[in-house]
């Protein structure tokens, strides 16, 4: 019987062996089809220790649909904590600039450990983007802001299993302009975490080269997701005046005065120096409370690498990053309870 149960667990793990192995040996040349994830898995294999490599399918949790006020449908989906997990508070995650949207190797595997943690998460395609509709077929510029998709989802995720008080928003990159200005709007909100924020957006698109790339780039998401170009009305000059509007600077306002929302700042060690140094000294002009944490070893989309249905990552990286975000949320729990009884004396 041992020596049978033996034969049928190595058998497992051989097959599993052969099975990452075909899938690599198939993506080895080839690039994810989506901005964000165009490091070779070649590149990823050089940069990644043999130790920490992993590698999972987690297409993510139960599918939900989400509608705007206006009608537009928003893709979502829900990953749940398992029966054994002690149950935590719920997240909104809102994805970076990729067509891929919450499918993104980053939204899924962190997804995962979070709510392995206990965290209820949803993630949502903002409009565009993913398997979401199209904004632009309402003809109208107010139409196009993705922080209408974050409000129409944390209305959703509100009303989630019979409702909840206040939950927390995890944002990457490009997400991060919704998750600030919506994070900080909302009272439903209590805490927000940034990682990898949009930096130095006017910086950038000063350079006449960088403008172009990310016009083109914004031009071909919809290519791969919609199968169509921008209207006509949507110029790039208009284009660049929304880009240039949604910039962390904007939010100095109320995050330079104490007291103000929870927020972690987070970034990679092998995030550009550039983009760190910006992002330090806007820690500094924050207010308390804050907290700031950079992740070792990490580049700005925490190591992973997506294709043939597996999202490759650095399984160090990884939870370290759900370790500290699931840390900071638990010390705003305590800085909560610590205040309420405070408050009760």
């Known amino acids: 019987m041992k020596r049978h149960r033996r034969g049928t667990v190595f058998a497992w793990v051989v097959g599993s062996l052969a099975v990452l192995g075909a899938s690599v040996v198939l993506a080895w040349h080839v690039s994810a089809p989506s901005w964000g994830e165009s490091v070779k898995f070649r590149s990823w294999f050089s940069k990644v220790p043999w130790r920490s490599m992993a590698a999972c399918r987690c297409a993510g949790g139960r599918a939900v649909e989400i509608v705007r006020p206006d009608g ?6 829900i990953d749940r904590p398992p029966p054994s997990a ?7 995650m809102l994805h970076g600039n990729t067509p891929a949207g919450k499918r993104l190797g980053i939204y899924r595997v962190l997804s995962r450990g979070l709510a392995d943690r206990g965290f209820v998460v949803l993630s949502v395609d903002f409009a565009g983007f993913g398997e979401s509709e199209d904004a632009f077929r309402l003809g109208s510029r107010g139409a196009v802001n993705q922080d209408l998709d974050a409000r129409a989802a944390l209305r959703y995720l509100m009303t989630l299993d019979g409702g909840t008080e206040s939950l927390d928003v995890v944002c990457h990159s490009m997400g991060c302009n919704a998750g600030f200005s919506v994070g900080l709007a909302e009272p439903a909100v209590r805490a927000i975490v940034a990682i990898g924020p949009p930096r130095r957006n006017p910086e950038r698109f000063q ?12 031009r071909q998401t919809r290519q791969w997701v919609l199968e169509t170009d921008f209207p006509a009305w949507y110029t790039k000059e208009i284009w660049l005046e929304d880009r240039l509007a949604r910039n962390l600077e904007r939010h100095l306002e109320i995050l330079s005065r104490s007291p103000h929302k929870p927020v972690l700042l987070m970034d990679g060690e092998l995030e550009s120096e550039a983009d760190r140094a910006y992002l330090r000294d806007y820690f500094e002009r924050m207010a308390e409370p804050k907290t700031y944490v950079t992740v070792p070893r990490s580049n700005h989309y925490g190591n992973t690498v997506s294709g043939l249905g597996l999202a490759l990552y650095d399984r160090e990286v990884i939870a370290r990053t759900v370790d500290e975000i699931a840390r900071f949320l638990g010390s705003v729990d305590n800085r909560n309870t610590s205040h309420a009884a405070t408050g009760s004396r």
Not at 72 to 77: K, W
């Open 72 to 77: 537009i449908r928003l893709a979502g989906s």
């Open 86 to 92: 002690h149950r935590q508070r719920a997240i909104l």
């Open 207 to 218: 350079d006449p080269a960088d403008n172009e790339y990310f016009w083109q780039r914004a």
